[in-house]
């Protein structure tokens, strides 16, 4: 058991170290040529900000947030900077005949010939939604803890628990956004932590708690928490105020996607392995409990850390 403990701290340092942001690199067209440049650069979760340079198409030339193109937006732009294979920049175009664009850049592809036909935007929008929810290990980590409270059946208490938590976070990462709950980063990290603990704890016993009794109520009030979350990091990448229900609500899709993938991968294994197991349920329990001692460890670790992130100032 300590030997599990202690990997998934180490597990759980360098995920936090290593949680990394999209950026988004706008460029609106406000008069024949002229463009209107906004870019968020990829941002670490810690508050690093990554070096980047922006290389723009031939015949364009930048002053500060300006940008003037005489024979037209066309070529090829680079963002270049990003590294390893998580890092991401949606790049976004707005003409002045209403066409819009948008390409998802990263390390290996940093490129894009913007004379060249884009994806459709949804499509841009929920692939970041899945790529965050899957590099979130502390959501993930909290929906794996509900999983362990209902003893990985699937049933309708466990449909109506996940359906719950998807409305709650859906909810506040709406407000969030379109500015109606406004919070501090930090203090929402650490409740987060905190909701992954006390699932893990939960997960340990069979007594009648108000989370056992009713885990779609608790699932519902951790994921207002959850999504202020998702909003944090919305805000950190800025959607595009023209778009914003469509970005919003594909982001969202994506993460629901990313979720369910999840939920359906972990309820496959554990059925592949209840049928290896067999009847030797003394030894189900053992792996249960260790997901539960592992989990908490997890999630005190990434409590102890944003604890101290937030009294030194980190809000």
């Not at 407000?175 to 992954?196: D, K, N, Q, T």
């Not at 800025?238 to 993460?255: D, I, K, M, S, Y």
């Amino acid at each position: 058991m300590r030997w599990l403990v202690v990997a998934l701290l180490l597990v759980a340092r360098v995920a936090s170290a290593h949680d990394l942001r999209p950026g988004v690199l706008t460029l609106v067209e406000e008069r024949g040529g002229d463009f209107a440049i906004r870019f968020v650069p990829p941002i670490d979760s810690r508050g690093e900000v990554i070096e980047m340079k922006l290389e723009l198409p031939r015949g364009c030339e930048r002053s500060g947030d300006r940008m003037r193109c005489d024979a037209g937006l066309g070529g090829e732009l680079a963002v270049l900077g990003m590294r390893g294979d998580a890092m991401r920049t949606l790049v976004v175009v707005e003409r002045l005949d209403g066409r819009r664009s948008e390409w998802l850049l990263d390390a290996g592809k940093p490129r894009v010939d913007l004379g060249a036909a884009s994806p459709t935007g949804w499509l841009a929008w929920i692939r970041l939604g899945i790529e965050h929810i899957l590099g979130g290990l502390d959501h993930l980590a909290f929906v794996i803890g509900l999983l362990l409270v209902l003893d990985m059946r699937l049933d309708r208490r466990l449909l109506a628990t996940i359906s719950a938590f998807t409305v709650a976070h859906s909810l506040t990462l709406a407000l969030a956004v379109l500015g109606v709950l406004r919070v501090h980063a930090a203090p929402v990290e650490a409740c987060i932590a905190a909701s992954v603990l006390l699932v893990a704890r939960e997960a340990t016993h069979r007594e009648p708690t108000a989370i056992r009794r009713w885990p779609w109520l608790a699932a519902g009030a951790f994921g207002l928490v959850h999504g202020l979350g998702f909003a944090s990091a919305l805000g950190d990448i800025g959607l595009p105020r023209a778009h914003l229900a469509r970005a919003l609500v594909a982001f969202n899709v994506g993460v629901e996607v990313g979720q369910l993938a999840v939920v359906a991968s972990v309820l496959a294994l554990v059925w592949i392995g209840r049928r290896l197991v067999g009847e030797r349920r003394v030894l189900g329990a053992k792996v249960h409990r260790a997901a539960c001692y592992g989990l908490g460890a997890l999630a005190a670790w990434w409590l102890i850390e944003r604890l101290v992130d937030l009294l030194c100032g980190g809000g």
